[in-house]
């Protein structure tokens, strides 16, 4: 059995706006290019088998879809269900009463860690605080931990580039 490492909602969020090819895609993003694992995830990384970028993009794309439903307004159920079953994670009960997740299948660990995150985040937050960035030239995922919730942006860059060109368009609408 292989432990899975613990990620919380903004390394899933890192890991699914880097590899995702869907969101990059989406945001005509695709010849940028890829930052190695233990950059995006930090030290978690060293605890995960190596694999190549193409199965971390199929990883990255398969989390995406539960932001992409999120979005939409439909239910992420399925899609959670679907990122995880094919790890088979299974809770146990570690010594300081915390839960631990473990995969009999060690290559499987970060599929499992993407959707166990997910999970607790959903199950503690609630799939209306995922959601994908309105920015310009972005579809970014993003988790909303803002008291409010009321979150649109990846980021406040993305936030700033909305406002601008929203005031450049109201002032080439205005009569001159």
Not at 33 to 50: F, H, K, S, W
Request: aromatic residues 6%; contains cysteine; hydrophobic residues 40%.
């Amino acid at each position: 059995m292989a432990t899975v490492p613990r990620l919380d909602i903004t390394a899933v969020v890192d890991f699914v706006n880097h590899y995702s090819v869907r969101a990059r895609r989406a945001a005509h993003d695709e010849d940028k290019g890829y930052r190695a694992l233990d950059e995006v995830l930090g030290p978690v990384a060293q605890d995960l088998p190596p694999l190549a970028v193409g199965k971390l993009h199929t990883l990255a794309d398969d989390a995406y879809e539960v932001f992409v439903r999120s979005e939409h307004g439909e239910d992420v159920t399925a899609a959670v269900n679907d990122l995880l079953a094919p790890a088979g994670p299974t809770p146990r009960l570690g010594t300081d009463g915390q839960i631990a997740w473990e995969v009999t299948d060690g290559r499987a660990a970060l599929r499992a860690a993407l959707g166990v995150g997910l999970l607790d985040w959903v199950h503690v937050r609630g799939e209306d605080r995922l959601g994908l960035c309105e920015g310009v030239r972005c579809a970014d995922a993003f988790a909303d931990s803002s008291p409010a919730g009321r979150k649109k942006f990846c980021s406040a860059g993305c936030l700033n580039r909305h406002k601008v060109a929203e005031h450049r368009r109201r002032a080439a609408a205005r009569p001159a």
